[in-house]
């Protein structure tokens, strides 16, 4: 039996990852690593905590001792990591929290799977997961291909640009078998409402003002977080080691068409004449070094490996807004305690 070990699988993006692989292999042995921050929720992953293949390990990838402790306990055969500070506008606030988990986090794992796998990377893998921020800014044209050089510009994209350059750096070095994958915007179930889709979903439903940075021309290139799922198992079973794949929705948006759309099919849900949640629509200050466009190229893992996006934008989001005014006990206790704080502090 294959032991992978996935991290941050009680975030978004991971308890997606996790489920798939929990579900559709059950001769894997699947450890989902979390320190569970305020972004880690076992409610997210509550569906599959009893399931005979499945472990739940809460620590953390900056402490040395403790990673390496569980990986003298087990020899695993593949690794998924996810586990990250995935905020930019907290990376701003704190930088250091973001080179302490995305880069010393990163390195810690890197080096236990390098002294285990020593001389013997048969069958052994490293998936990466990144972003596609780590590319910096496009103007108006053009898009991020996987031969793109690096410029990221927020303390968040810093930080994953720095862990990608050490996996590579892990690879060309020591021959670690790595393969990294750098995705543009998820959305979907399970989106800790710091993000622009979950908070302004949370907000319209509460009736708050939805606080659109600058001018709202902002561009992002959206995937539903179960795509991003598919595309990553596809490419740990099947992707070549030492290459990288950028995964994309093919979809871009302006923040403002978004959030226009995102009011109108929340009006229609909640039963409110249409331009109601418009309303809430309020221009707050802009977020410091704030990347105009992000557009993927994912034609590379398209033709490769067969990907493409099976969920339409549309589709997408009305699953999205179901799912959300379906489990709103699950946003009113994510957003209770030091999440009030956080919100006061950002947008006060
Ligand atoms: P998230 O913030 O929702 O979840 C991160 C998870 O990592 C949480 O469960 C948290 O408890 C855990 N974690 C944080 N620090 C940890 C530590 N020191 N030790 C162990 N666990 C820790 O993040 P997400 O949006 O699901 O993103 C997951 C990964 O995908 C990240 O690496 C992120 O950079 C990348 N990514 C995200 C997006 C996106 O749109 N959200 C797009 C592309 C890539
Ligand atoms: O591109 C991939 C990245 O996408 C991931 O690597 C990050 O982990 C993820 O957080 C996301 O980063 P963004 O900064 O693009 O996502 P966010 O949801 O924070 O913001 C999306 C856009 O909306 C961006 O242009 C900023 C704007 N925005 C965001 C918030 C939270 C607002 O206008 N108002 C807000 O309150």
């Known amino acids: 039996m294959k032991k992978i070990l996935i991290t941050g699988g009680a975030g978004f993006i991971g308890s997606h990852v996790v489920r798939r692989f929990v579900n559709r292999y059950p001769n894997y042995q699947i450890f989902n690593l979390d320190a569970l921050t305020y972004a880690g929720n076992l409610e997210n992953i509550k569906d599959i905590q009893d399931k005979p293949n499945y472990t739940f390990v809460k620590g953390d990838i900056v402490d040395e001792s403790f990673i390496n402790d569980l990986f003298s306990k087990h020899n695993f055969d593949g690794i998924l990591h996810l586990a990250a500070e995935s905020h930019v506008d907290r990376s701003i606030e704190d930088p250091l929290a973001f080179v ?136 740990f079973h099947k992707g070549k080691n030492h290459e990288t794949y950028n995964i994309g929705g093919f979809n871009e948006w302006k923040n403002i068409e978004l959030v226009k759309l995102l009011c109108n099919l929340m009006d229609q849900k909640l039963g409110r004449i249409e331009g109601t949640s418009q309303e809430l629509i309020t221009y707050v200050k802009d977020r410091p070094g704030h990347d105009l466009r992000y557009a993927i190229d994912a034609s590379k893992i398209n033709k490769e490996l067969g990907w493409k996006p099976s969920v339409t934008f549309e589709e997408g989001l009305e699953k999205t807004i179901n799912w959300y005014l379906n489990n709103q006990e699950w946003l009113k206790n994510v957003t209770s305690g030091s999440y009030k704080d956080y919100y006061q502090k950002q947008y006060s």
């Open 100 to 235: 302490k988990t995305n880069v010393v986090g990163t390195m810690n794992l890197l080096n236990v799977a390098k002294n285990q796998w020593k001389g013997n990377f048969e069958g052994k893998r490293f998936h990466h997961i990144s972003t596609d921020e780590v590319y910096g800014s496009l103007g108006t044209e053009g898009l991020f291909t996987e031969d793109t050089p690096y410029d990221p510009n927020s303390p968040y994209s810093a930080s994953k640009a720095s862990s990608d350059h050490f996996v590579r750096a892990y690879g060309e070095t020591y021959d670690l078998p790595y393969i990294l994958t750098n995705c543009s915007n998820n959305y979907g179930p399970y989106h800790f409402p710091e993000k622009l889709i979950p908070l302004f979903i949370n907000n319209i439903i509460n009736n708050n003002p939805l606080p659109l940075y600058g001018d709202g021309n902002y561009t992002r290139d959206w995937l539903f977080v179960e795509d991003h799922a598919v595309a990553i198992d596809l490419v």
